[in-house]
């Protein structure tokens, strides 16, 4: 289409019209290599965090899915193309924008802090 194919572009689209929950197409930079299988095996253990990563079978992050669920759904993790090197990934979430969102962050911040003995 730009008859650049030294261009490299890493990109998302998505259309999802919902009330509710939204969603964030990440493009992430890391300081070591990184796999999207480790990345996904990170998340699995987060806190918070659904992976729902498997689009050959049509189960990827949704809003409508989102809704009314705490957790962030994570998913379409992929090594991000634009880059030379394994230091990138891409990766799209939804989540709730009522149940999962600066208020309650801010309390799970707190009960860490607090579990920790920091305040």
Known sequence: ???????????????VPIARAHSESLNLEF???ITPEEARE??????????????LNG???M????TAKYDVLAGRIRQDISRN????LDMF???????RGAALNAVEIAEHLVKRGLV
């Open 85 to 88: 090197d394994k230091k990138g």
């Open 31 to 33: 300081e070591e290599d």
């Open 93 to 99: 979430i939804s989540g709730d924008q009522l149940l």
């Open 1 to 15: 289409m730009l008859h650049a194919p030294e261009l490299m572009i890493s990109c998302t689209s998505v259309r």
């Open 42 to 55: 990170i998340l699995r253990t987060a806190e918070g965090v659904k992976v729902v990563d498997d689009p």
């Open 59 to 61: 189960l990827y992050p």
């Open 63 to 66: 809003p409508l899915d989102a």
